[in-house]
């Protein structure tokens, strides 16, 4: 009897799974394991390809090579000497190339894989933080040395290491000395990232990650990355990682709840930090309305999960 394969049967059989399931909690950072580096999705003639249908979106985006931790979290659309993509993918193991792609949820086949990865995960996100909502994907792909800088993200975060090695350094969420109370709410509402200090080092949680390794980092957790050349050998010197990332009913009540307590601080008030005070209650809905007033008096589009 011919045999069916897991595919075939509607499994993937890539996954992704807490490192210690016994500890695994949505509301601090754990380490993962997985094999979506094996995806043929993943692999780098395949991202070339995704690349292309990027691209005219602007979803290609570049830096230029020197970032430092506290460079400014900035990506431009057209590579920084002007190369097409294939030139770009042609020169990737040149030491300090760098490429993001962006939003890869838009294409359907990405999607569906980056679904995928989040079903696996629902029986440990669900009882923390249900009604999962807007599932996007980001992809790095970079050769040593190189930095992402210091930031933030509004989205709760799977990010999987794929090919080459990669350093992740990421800080507790409620470490007000790296990230102030104050600091959270100007992110959330406006987007201002807290700039970073290189004292903030020696608080942070060390990654060092291969393929198969991951990091799950809750909402608003600051992280940056870092790549060395010690691995690097001819042929293998390219660095890919993926972000798989997702909003819940929890992230959306938070980002209210900092909308109200961003105005409340703006009285001279110190409000209580989401999560420790019992009016949070009234607060979200408060902070829901704020932030719909504030966004159509400026005309602007709100970022996703702001509020």
């Not at 075939?8 to 394991?33: E, I, K, N």
């Not at 920084?80 to 193991?93: I, N």
Request: proline share 9%; aromatic share 10%; net charge positive.
């Amino acid at each position: 009897m011919k045999s069916i394969s897991a595919e075939q049967q509607g499994v993937s059989p890539y996954r992704v799974w807490p490192a210690d399931p016994a500890s695994f909690s949505t509301r601090r950072m754990s380490p993962l394991r997985h094999n979506i580096n094996e995806h043929p999705l993943f692999q780098l003639s395949a991202l070339q390809d995704l690349a292309h249908e990027l691209m005219p979106t602007g979803q290609c985006r570049f830096q230029r090579p020197g970032a430092t931790p506290g460079s400014a979290f900035q990506h431009q659309p057209t590579h920084p000497q002007g190369l097409s993509v294939d030139e770009t993918f042609a020169r990737m193991e040149e030491p300090g190339s760098w490429l993001a792609l962006y939003n890869v949820d838009t294409i359907p086949r990405y999607q569906a894989a980056l679904t995928r990865i989040v079903d696996d995960l629902r029986p440990v996100i669900e009882p923390e933080q249900p009604g999962i909502f807007l599932v996007t994907g980001f992809i790095f792909i970079s050769a040593p040395p190189s930095i992402t800088p210091f930031h933030i993200d509004r989205e709760n975060n799977f990010w999987l290491q794929l090919r080459g090695r990669k350093t992740m350094y990421v800080w507790d969420n409620t470490d007000r000395e790296v990230i102030p109370a104050a600091s959270v709410e100007n992110f959330i509402v406006g987007g201002d990232q807290t700039p970073y200090q290189e004292s903030f080092r020696a608080r942070s949680r060390e990654f060092n990650t291969v393929p198969g390794d991951g990091v799950y980092f809750p909402s608003t957790s600051p992280h940056m990355t870092r790549t060395d050349t010690s691995w690097v050998k001819p042929g293998d010197g390219i660095s890919i990682s993926l972000g798989v990332n997702f909003y819940t009913s929890v992230t959306r009540r938070t980002a209210q709840v900092h909308q109200f307590n961003r105005f409340l601080r703006r009285l001279g008030m110190s409000p209580a930090y989401p999560g420790q005070s019992t009016v949070d209650s009234l607060k979200a809905p408060l902070g829901h309305w704020l932030a719909a007033a504030r966004y159509r008096r400026i005309g602007a589009k709100a970022p996703p999960g702001a509020y």
